[in-house]
């Protein structure tokens, strides 16, 4: 039977997904039509699985998001991006007209026993998470004639044109507002480059050490005339030059730090999600084992019960008549149901 906490999750996720997907999902998980209370801790669980992946019906939740369910091309096996977006996943950097840059991540991933590993787009019992900046915003899913529907849940219009513009860059559809880069990686540390300044030069901030690695700083400075890169460090006897220098280096040891205290709030929101789904999926297992376990005591009692009365039946029976037999376990079954 499943528990109090499964039975308000699940009808948590009918609320938003509707009546008829619990239908379908309870007769997916138990292989019959049946009712909820009749399901099994375990069948439970599937359910839940197959509800967090299903389309949301309500649109109450967030009147400005776009509608469920959108349409968007298909991801071309032509490209180099719509492979790796068919192949679980692309993490892509979407630079606006504007100047803005947003980092758009897309992954698919299933339940694989008590973690998660990767899955293709539109595989059974997977889910496909939009994020940006380590916050979800949105998801993917497959329907049954194979479009490729996307959700979103955000007030940012930027954000919604940087989602856009990597679908149709997966599918070899021309962007001509905003410009789509792969994320690629550092050719030192090798380490994952999501700035478009780092891509294009193809060494992180870091590694590259006099470049800033900001497209901000470095568009300003270049528009100026100026050098993107530190003067070299001038001659002892030069006080004013060292001067310069230290400032200079200083101001660039600034930026850097930027981006590392952005790359570490991305791990920390990332490292949150993944304990909070492990602490979640240990509580449901712990509530599944200790209903078992309760069920095997109550097995275990009924039959010491059962056997005791065997035996004083049979121990009676040699001394004693049928109407005292009768009255001894009389008593005894009356102790024994208290």
């Known amino acids: 039977m499943p528990t109090t906490r499964q039975i308000n999750f699940i009808q948590s996720l009918a609320t938003e997904r509707g009546s008829e997907a619990l239908r379908v999902a309870i007769a997916n998980a138990a292989g ?3 009712a909820l209370q009749n399901l099994t801790s375990r069948e439970a669980s599937a359910v839940i699985e197959r509800l967090l992946v299903a389309p949301r019906t309500d649109r109450s939740a967030a009147p400005a998001a776009r509608q469920d369910g959108e349409a968007m091309p298909a991801p071309s096996t032509g490209t180099r991006a719509g492979r790796m977006l068919l192949a679980g996943g692309i993490e892509a950097t979407v630079t606006l007209a504007d100047g803005r840059h947003a980092t758009v991540s897309i992954r698919t991933r299933k339940r694989s026993g008590r973690g998660w590993t990767n899955a293709a787009l539109g595989e059974q019992d997977s889910r496909t998470n939009v994020s940006i900046l380590g916050q979800r915003i949105g998801w ?5 004639d194979g479009r490729v529907l996307l959700t979103l849940r955000t007030r940012r219009q930027e954000y919604v044109t940087a989602v856009t513009a990597v679908f149709e860059y997966a599918a070899g559809l021309p962007t001509p507002g905003e410009r789509v880069q792969e994320a690629s990686r550092c050719g030192r540390c090798f380490r994952t480059l999501t700035d478009p300044v780092s891509i294009d030069r193809g060494i992180g901030p870091e590694c590259y050490g006099r470049d800033t690695g900001s497209q901000h700083i470095a568009a300003e400075r270049r528009a ?3 050098d993107v890169r ?4 001038a001659p002892r006897t030069s006080l004013s030059a060292m001067a310069r220098f230290v400032e200079t280096n200083r101001a660039y040891n600034e930026a850097e730090r930027a981006v590392r205290e952005e790359a570490s709030m991305h791990a920390a929101f990332a490292q ?3 304990a909070a789904e492990r602490a979640a999926y240990e509580r449901e297992m712990q509530e599944e084992r200790a209903a078992q376990a309760t ?3 109550v097995d275990s009692s009924a039959t010491d019960v059962a056997r005791a009365r065997d035996l004083i039946a049979e121990a009676l029976d040699s001394y004693f008549g049928e109407p005292e037999l009768s009255f001894a376990l009389n008593i005894f079954d009356q102790l024994a149901a208290r």
Do not use: H, I, N, Y
């Open 295 to 297: 069920t095997r005591r």
């Open 230 to 233: 530190p003067e070299p460090a």
């Open 140 to 144: 993917v899913t497959v329907d049954a």
């Open 32 to 34: 019959r039509p049946t």
């Open 272 to 274: 949150a999600e993944q």
């Open 224 to 226: 100026a005339g100026q």
